[in-house]
């Protein structure tokens, strides 16, 4: 077998991580010898924390797994899976809606580069309802989302967004 499928890619955006999240890294991460969380870096795109600031947030929940490795890139993903001998990219699908956009993305990809096979997890009906946009937007109004996001992330947005308030 391609020894490229033992390695797989998650990549996404983590702006910020929250519990739906970690729960399908570490079960991607339970899958393949080695996973590779990739934090988007697009130009085009504004988020609330910087790359280097998911990064460190990322590495520090995630550092007791010796098989995950927590990178930034800018480029296309498939770019990513190419240098890094990745052979799947794994992506979390919620609801249905999700699913539309996911799949024209899988098109586009394989499209860009056949040898990368991409697989979809479905979440875990716990964290069905979990998105960072939706998050970002409630923390801004004042609503606890201690459940929600691991308590380092609960922690960086409470003084993300006081500072903010000032
Ligand atoms: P979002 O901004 O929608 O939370 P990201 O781009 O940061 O998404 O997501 C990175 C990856 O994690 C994607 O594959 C996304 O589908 C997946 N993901 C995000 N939230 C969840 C969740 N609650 N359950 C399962 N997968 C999720």
Excluded: C, W
């Excluded at 020894?3 to 702006?15: K, W």
């Excluded at 794994?90 to 990809?109: I, K, P, Q, W």
């Excluded at 394989?110 to 040898?115: I, R, S, T």
């Amino acid at each position: 077998m391609n020894s490229n499928f033992r390695t797989a890619m998650l990549p996404g955006s983590f702006d910020p991580p929250t519990l739906g999240h970690v729960d399908i890294i570490e079960r991607s991460a339970r899958l393949y010898d080695r996973l590779y969380v990739v934090i988007a870096d697009n130009v085009h795109k504004s988020y609330l924390f910087t790359p280097e600031e998911r990064l460190s947030m990322l590495k520090e929940i995630l550092r007791e797994h010796e098989n995950i490795e927590v990178v930034t890139h800018s480029g296309l993903v498939v770019d990513f899976a190419k240098t890094h001998k990745v052979g799947v990219m794994v992506r979390g699908v919620r609801a249905l809606a999700d699913f539309g956009y996911e799949f024209e993305l899988a098109m586009t990809n394989k499209q860009l580069y056949p040898g990368l096979e991409v697989l979809f997890l479905p979440t875990s009906p716990k964290y069905f309802l979990l998105r960072s946009s939706a998050i970002k937007e409630m923390a801004a109004f004042g609503a606890d989302i201690s459940s929600m996001v691991p308590p380092l992330v609960a922690e960086i947005m409470k003084q993300r967004l006081k500072r903010g308030a000032k």
